[in-house]
């Protein structure tokens, strides 16, 4: 992964993650996999709702689908969740993160 390109991926999927269809969504695929129509119907929202939501986890990384007879079938992608987790437990990231709040394009040594 490109270094400087971590705070754009981590934005995407904090953004895929703030809502709260979505994270009803999320809930939903780590129990089993779903097409839209059985998330649409279970979320009691329309089906082009849930198709958008769909698209912006799929986009995150956050969700895959596959095609099976009529359907697509979402399932979660638990990797993209363990590595927003890697993310935010690492020292150098969180530091890396202050560095470029404070303009500065290296972390500072903490000793």
């Known amino acids: 992964m490109d270094p400087f390109a971590f705070p754009e991926e981590l934005l995407r999927i904090f953004k ?52 099976e007879s009529y359907y697509s079938v979402y399932r979660l992608e638990p990797d993209s969740l363990e590595f927003v987790a890697r993310q935010l437990a690492s020292p150098d990231t969180l530091a890396r993160l202050a560095a470029e709040a404070m303009g500065k394009t290296e972390p500072a040594e903490y000793g």
């Open 16 to 67: 895929a993650l703030a809502d709260a269809n979505r994270l009803r969504i999320i809930g939903l695929l780590s129990q089993s996999a779903h097409t839209g129509e059985q998330l649409a119907a279970l979320l009691g929202l329309g089906a082009s709702t849930v198709s958008h939501h769909l698209a912006r986890l799929k986009h995150a990384g956050l969700i895959s689908a596959s095609a």
